[in-house]
């Protein structure tokens, strides 16, 4: 894993390991940690956290690593998602409703973007102030999006300080996401950058064999069970974008 970690450093990759179940989430967390401390420096970070919203453990987890990254002066890496272990965790575990987690999700990725401790995330004494940070927001929900995305905007146009942000969407999954922020990058380098802030996005796309893959796939194949419900609102956005790319060949653009 140090030799994992060297290579990605010195490509300027980032890595970014997935969450597991509560019973194993410790030793993740504890192995991430450290690496972060040899590796994520002077406001770039090379190793990520996993932090699931759908726990009610995660704002005093984060809370935790976030004191630790300015104690110990590195960067911490988050990448916060809402949750993939739903059919497995202890229902105890997991915040009582969906709503809930889309409100925890909504608050945290607030709190790390302000760098403030707002709420859920609670600072470790009065004086505590942030640490640096750096974070992917791993989301298929548009509502999400748009709400960091006129965050950031604002924050752009106040010329306030800014933590460095990237999104990230599974390939096959919300296109419809991933192609709104590629087109707002590319209008916002356009104007130069200047007024708005130019969103970075990835698609995360398996590789490996079928067995190494297996669990993984079938994991997202228990997140998708919901993708008729984002079915219409997808099948709009593709046909806007194909009439947006007509206009665009017979001149009306």
């Not at 604002?154 to 919300?174: D, V, W």
């Not at 796309?205 to 997202?220: A, E, K, N, Q």
């Amino acid at each position: 894993m140090t030799d994992l970690c060297d290579a990605a450093a010195a490509k300027g990759v980032m890595l970014l390991p997935a969450a597991e179940p509560q019973n194993a989430q410790a030793a993740v967390d504890a192995w991430t940690l450290q690496m972060a401390q040899k590796y994520n420096k002077n406001g770039h970070a090379v190793v990520y956290n996993t932090y699931q919203a759908y726990l009610k453990s995660t704002p005093a987890t984060l809370s935790s690593h976030l004191a630790l990254a300015k104690e110990k002066n590195f960067t911490l890496g988050a990448k916060l998602v809402r949750g993939a272990y739903l059919g497995t965790e202890k229902r105890a575990l997991i915040h009582d409703t969906q709503d809930d987690t889309h409100r925890a999700y909504d608050a945290i990725a607030k709190a790390l973007l302000t760098q403030r401790y707002d709420s859920p995330l609670h600072a470790p004494s009065e004086k505590s102030s942030f640490p640096s940070i750096n974070l992917v927001l791993a989301t298929h929900n548009l509502d999400s999006v748009q709400r960091v995305r006129a965050l950031r905007n604002a924050q752009k146009a106040a010329n306030e300080p800014m933590i460095k942000l990237s999104y990230a969407q599974l390939q096959g999954m919300a296109d419809e996401i991933s192609c709104l922020l590629v087109q707002a990058q590319a209008a916002a380098e356009q104007e130069g950058g200047e007024k708005v802030d130019p969103p970075k996005v990835f698609k995360c796309v398996t590789w490996g064999t079928m067995t190494d893959c297996l669990h993984y796939l079938l994991r997202r194949a228990a997140e998708n069970k919901d993708a008729m419900a984002r079915t219409q609102m997808t099948r709009r956005a593709m046909g806007s974008e194909l009439l947006r790319r007509v206009r665009g060949v017979v001149g009306l653009a």
